[in-house]
């Protein structure tokens, strides 16, 4: 278990209305991570953060923000949902411990559906 | 052209056979190469990394690397049905801590 929650789990949204999806850490890793899976594309890094208040875009950040304010936490905020943004969202976190192998520890996901 | 290309599948076999799972990537920096295996509605977890070329061996599953051609391939000797899952393949480039990840084949094995 690699003490990582997200939350909601699931949730319905309609198309416009904010949406902040959490993930929690209790590892005290440095490195968080959100991604989104859909079917075709594999997973697709949003955002990530490599500690307190230092994020960065991925390849697919356009429509998400994001903030990291304690160690533990790292939230996906989608500011006007659409329905394009219908996806499992999937935090992961990246140990460091050793080799740097790059290996990253995945949440269970969220899924949302934005209507 | 996307950066780790991978088959989508389906991929359906019988029990006990061997399964092959390929990859191909474009960026030659990558260095550590994984796989991870999802069941469904689950997160991935990592089933075995490999750095450079060469082959790593772990019990029913053998990962190999040809760094040459820039292929990867994922091996499992007497498949199980509980091996039934999506295997996605994963590539870490140490100098841009990214970790790029292929489309996901989805395997069911079939008892």
């Known amino acids: 278990d690699a003490g990582i929650t997200q939350s909601p789990r699931h949730k319905v949204t309609e198309t416009g209305t904010p949406v902040t999806l959490r993930c929690h850490q209790t590892?005290?890793?440095?490195?968080m991570y959100w991604y989104r899976q859909d079917p075709g594309h594999g997973l697709r890094l949003i955002h990530y953060?490599?500690?307190?208040?230092?994020?960065d875009k991925g390849e697919v950040s356009d429509g998400y923000s994001v903030s990291r304010s304690k160690t533990e936490d790292f939230l996906l905020t989608l500011e006007s949902a659409t329905s394009s943004q219908t996806s499992v969202y999937f935090c992961?976190?990246?140990?460091?411990?050793?080799?740097?192998?790059?290996?990253?520890?995945f949440g269970e996901g969220s899924r949302l559906t934005v209507l | 052209q996307k950066e780790v290309e991978q088959d989508p599948g389906p991929l359906s076999v019988p029990e006990g056979a061997i399964v092959s799972l390929n990859c191909t990537y474009s960026?030659?920096?990558?260095?550590?190469f994984m796989w991870y295996r999802q069941y469904s509605r689950k997160g991935p977890e990592l089933l075995m990394y490999?750095?450079?070329?060469g082959n790593k061996e772990d019990g029913r599953f053998t990962a190999q690397v040809d760094k040459s051609s820039k292929y990867i391939s994922l091996f499992i000797r007497d498949s199980q049905p509980s091996d039934s899952a999506t295997y996605l393949c994963?590539?870490?480039?140490?100098?841009?801590?990214?970790?790029?990840f292929g489309q996901g084949t989805r395997l069911t094995i079939n008892p």
């Open positions: 992961a976190i990246r140990g460091l411990a050793g080799e740097d192998t790059g290996e990253l520890f």
């Open positions: 590892e005290n890793h440095r490195y």
């Open positions: 953060s490599y500690g307190v208040k230092d994020t």
């Open positions: 960026n030659s920096a990558f260095q550590y």
């Open positions: 490999t750095y450079s070329s």
């Open positions: 994963a590539h870490f480039w140490q100098g841009a801590q990214k970790l790029v």
